[in-house]
């Protein structure tokens, strides 16, 4: 999956053209322009939607913008609008909605990166707040023994 970071600094979820986490690319009518931490302006080129059939419709909106080059940003604050609760640990997020995790990731290089899998921590001051049903697929007991 491409990579894919939750932001909760991000007004909206900016996607690069080549990821693999979106759908339904349509061409900008009319383009947004975003303000970069460098100054730098970017504008969007197309829209589209995430492939997180999980998420609500108004949480899979996003922009797509060609210069983004080191991954995409989902924006937080969209998806706690949108009905979701973000989770964060120091060690991974998780993002529910109704009380199902439909999001997670884990933190790598100081940035939540999400997969469409669905993570559950194993280190006891990890857990996400709410229960969850699903199987854990990467166990963290290694990290801080």
């Given at each position: 999956?491409?990579?894919?970071?939750?932001?909760?600094?991000?007004?909206?979820?900016?996607?690069?053209?080549?990821?693999?986490c979106?759908?339904?690319?349509?061409?900008?009518?009319?383009?947004?322009?975003?303000?970069?931490?460098?100054?730098?302006?970017m504008q969007s080129t197309h829209t589209a939607e995430l492939s997180f059939t999980k998420l609500p419709p108004a949480a899979r909106k996003c922009h797509v913008f060609p210069s983004l080059a080191s991954g995409s940003l989902i924006s937080v604050g969209v998806l706690c609008d949108a009905g979701c609760i973000a989770t964060f640990g120091g060690n991974f997020v998780n993002i529910?909605?109704?009380?199902?995790?439909?999001?997670?990731?884990?933190?790598?290089?100081?940035?939540?990166?999400?997969?469409?899998?669905?993570?559950?921590p194993t280190h006891p001051f990890d857990r996400p707040v709410a229960n969850a049903t699903i199987?854990?697929?990467?166990?963290?007991?290694?990290i801080l023994a």
């Amino acid at each position: 999956m491409s990579n894919v970071v939750a932001d909760t600094g991000a007004t909206g979820t900016f996607v690069e053209m080549n990821a693999d986490c979106i759908v339904n690319i349509q061409p900008a009518d009319p383009p947004i322009h975003v303000v970069c931490p460098n100054g730098e302006i970017m504008q969007s080129t197309h829209t589209a939607e995430l492939s997180f059939t999980k998420l609500p419709p108004a949480a899979r909106k996003c922009h797509v913008f060609p210069s983004l080059a080191s991954g995409s940003l989902i924006s937080v604050g969209v998806l706690c609008d949108a009905g979701c609760i973000a989770t964060f640990g120091g060690n991974f997020v998780n993002i529910t909605l109704n009380g199902e995790t439909v999001l997670s990731g884990v933190r790598t290089d100081r940035l939540w990166h999400i997969s469409d899998k669905t993570i559950i921590p194993t280190h006891p001051f990890d857990r996400p707040v709410a229960n969850a049903t699903i199987p854990k697929i990467i166990d963290y007991s290694n990290i801080l023994a």
